[in-house]
């Protein structure tokens, strides 16, 4: 696998952000975007995957998500992946035409979750979205965890033939064994779970899409430079201390960029919910525990 999309010469970081909020969760921090996203070029990130898990996108309103990709277009120098996947065709095609419209380098789409779509409906639904956003790179997202279903082989063949922009694929998917069958599409591949970063490069992925790289953009672009077992190491580690609080990881990853001196809340969107005080207490101890450099601002 050779080709490497927006001209990239070494392995991608695009970070799947986090969404600044405020009010409680109620209301986008939109002061909050431009810091934040000199705070992940800083780090050494190549772009950002705005409104996707991490940053919350299923649980915001469409013109939310609209105003988000238009915040972090303007914030940023780099490459602009926004998430267009939603719950249906029509939405999805919205946000995806919406995206090309304001100068984004690329759109990902996750399956719709709740109903579990056959091969047709799916690859119908994929193609819609890869079509509003035409010739607009498009990559489809790959994360049965989160849309209750895998994307087949065969789903990713259909669209291909229905879309000639399907530019690749975002794969969150792990251990490997879930991984690896997707390199059989001979698409480039972004790696999602970090601790594969080695093995996925290894294999020819061309970068990942990070949710870690949301808190921690310099731990994540040290090990896509350099991809050994040790970097494998820390970044298992890493991840581990994000979860020992016992919260939600996405609460977690909001708690450590605060930390870290960047002006965004704790605030998430309901139903999701932010750190307890002893949970932030344990975030903390783990990740000076386990990397002590990790929680110095950048």
């Known amino acids: 696998m050779t080709d490497r999309p927006f001209g990239a ?156 922009n399907l530019a690749g694929l975002k794969v969150s998917e792990s251990p490997w064994g879930k991984v690896e069958p997707y390199y059989k599409a001979g698409l480039p591949i972004f790696v999602g779970s970090e601790p594969l970063i080695p093995k996925a490069l290894a294999a020819g992925a061309v970068g990942a899409v990070s949710g870690l790289a949301a808190a921690f953009p310099e731990a994540v672009r040290a090990v896509l430079d350099a991809p050994d077992a040790v970097g494998e190491a820390r970044l298992e580690a890493l991840r581990r201390s994000m979860d020992s609080s016992g919260g939600p990881f996405i609460a977690a990853v909001k708690h450590v960029i605060g930390a870290r001196g960047v002006p965004v809340s704790p605030d998430m969107r309901l139903p999701l919910r932010s750190l307890t005080g002893a949970e932030a207490a344990r975030l903390d101890a783990a990740v000076e525990s386990q990397i002590p450099t990790a929680t110095t601002a950048t």
């Open 9 to 164: 010469t070494k392995p991608l970081l695009i970070v799947a952000a986090a969404t600044p909020l405020t009010d409680g969760g109620a209301l986008l921090d939109e002061a909050a975007v431009w810091p934040y996203v000199r705070f992940l070029t800083d780090g050494g990130a190549d772009g950002v995957f705005a409104c996707g898990t991490t940053g919350e996108g299923v649980l915001l309103r469409l013109e939310e998500r609209e105003r988000a990709a238009v915040l972090f277009r303007a914030a940023l120098r780099g490459i602009l992946i926004v998430h267009a996947g939603a719950q249906s065709t029509a939405d999805t095609a919205e946000l995806a035409g919406h995206a090309a419209e304001i100068g984004a380098d690329g759109v990902a789409v996750i399956p719709p979750p709740y109903f579990p779509l056959d091969e047709a409906a799916l690859a119908m639904h994929l193609v819609t979205a890869a079509r509003a956003c035409e010739p607009l790179p498009f990559f489809i997202y790959c994360f049965a965890a989160r849309s209750g279903y895998p994307v087949s082989l065969a789903v990713i063949e259909r669209v291909r033939e229905g879309a000639p």
